[in-house]
């Protein structure tokens, strides 16, 4: 069954950094566009990057970018997103999620989504 386990999120200061990993089971990294979305308390959920299949291509939004870079390790089927120089603004749950061999990653077209971690950058 594929499923998705994200791990690395917690409390940080503003400036700092957080990794975030998204190891998949049941399925090959492979064969995957990785995104990562957010949810800020009150806010709806949005989209942060999408690496797409064969991590060629990735796709940063706008208030992350520059500070945020994905990364894969196909032999670990896991998927990374190294967080730089967070802010008070970044504080949501992240969550991966994984397209079936596409290169963007709208909500509509994900396989499958991980449960979600908590970033919370707090003085």
């Known amino acids: 069954q594929l499923q998705l386990v994200e791990s690395g999120g917690g409390l940080v200061q503003p400036g700092g950094s957080l990794r975030l990993s998204c190891a998949v089971f049941?399925?090959?990294?492979?064969?995957?566009?990785v995104g990562w979305f957010r949810q800020a308390p009150g806010k709806e959920r949005e989209e942060v990057s999408c690496d797409g299949v064969g991590g060629d291509y990735t796709d940063y939004k706008r208030p992350v970018k520059g500070r945020f870079t994905t990364s894969r390790a196909n032999a670990e089927n896991t998927a990374y997103l190294q967080m730089n120089n967070l802010q008070l603004q970044d504080t949501a749950v992240y969550y991966c999620a994984i397209v079936w061999r596409a290169i963007a990653c709208p909500e509509t077209s994900v396989n499958k989504w991980g449960k979600g971690i908590l970033v919370n950058v707090s003085s």
């Open positions: 049941g399925g090959s990294l492979d064969d995957y566009a």
